[in-house]
């Protein structure tokens, strides 16, 4: 079991940054992947990034060179740092885990991912 816990969101105006964090509740949080969902009003939830034990990240090709997601395995701690934001990326962003090994590459599937946090809100306004 793998508990998650986000933080970081909130509202900015286009173009400005947000950081958002994660803190996962167990230790060997390096056999897990980790990634960053965002559901959008009336939009199916997607996979926009997400990195694996090891250091091999994917990104969504909406957030593709303005996020960047990072992992502190020591402090089992998840990063995304969101930049040029703009009001389509207005969402409830989810930080997520799901079992993997560590040399695994992320996967953009969401159906993959059994451990979710509570969400938090990014509001852009424009």
């Known amino acids: 079991q793998v508990q998650l816990v986000e933080s970081g969101g909130g509202s900015v105006q286009a173009g400005g940054s947000l950081r958002l964090s994660c803190l996962a509740s167990?230790?060997?949080?390096?056999?897990?992947?980790l990634g960053w969902l965002r559901q959008a009003p009336g939009k199916e939830r997607e996979v926009i990034a997400a990195?694996?034990?090891?250091?091999?990240?994917y990104y969504g090709d909406s957030v593709k060179g303005r996020f960047t997601i990072s992992r502190d395995n020591a402090k089992n701690t998840l990063l995304l740092q969101m930049n040029t934001l703009q009001p389509e990326d207005t969402a409830m962003y989810y930080c997520a885990a799901y079992l993997s090994g560590y040399f695994a590459s992320p996967s953009s599937d969401e159906s993959r991912y059994a451990y979710w946090g509570q969400g938090t809100q990014v509001t852009v306004s424009s």
């Open positions: 167990r230790d060997n949080v390096s056999w897990y992947c």
């Open positions: 990195i694996g034990g090891s250091g091999i990240t």
